[in-house]
């Protein structure tokens, strides 16, 4: 298994080593709020990982500990991705993301939309989020 580098003891650049490439977020992003669990539900998305660069992520994250793998409950040749808990608190980071994309960024309409959800009752989404991500990882 590769050995993660630490680049220096900042914790914003050792959050970076682990989840500030361009696929790493939205692999957790795919997992958290899309419903993908398998190799080829992420290379479906739309913004089209090489195979190579997603099984390395993939790697990557089982490594730090951000997602686990199991066997695919409904098929033995599939592998069932799945957050952690480590994982499922990457989800308040999300968020903020997709807000200050919202306001500073174009996005699609429906993001726009999702924004101003958020932004009405974030506390209570991101804790209902939470809820049902921690429900559903049992």
Known sequence: MKQLKQRSDCPISSALDI??????LLIVRDIMMNGKNTYNEFLKSVEKIATNVLADRLTML????????EEHPESKAKIYYK????????????IELILWADEYLPVSKSAV????????????????????????NK
């Open 113 to 136: 939309a999702y924004g101003k959800v958020l932004k009405k009752d974030k506390a209570g989404i991101t804790k209902q989020m939470m809820a049902a991500l921690k429900k559903a």
């Open 19 to 24: 989840i500030g490439d361009k696929w790493s």
């Open 83 to 94: 957050l952690t808990e480590k994982g499922i608190d990457l989800l308040p980071v999300l």
């Open 62 to 69: 089982e490594a730090t500990g951000i997602i686990t793998k």
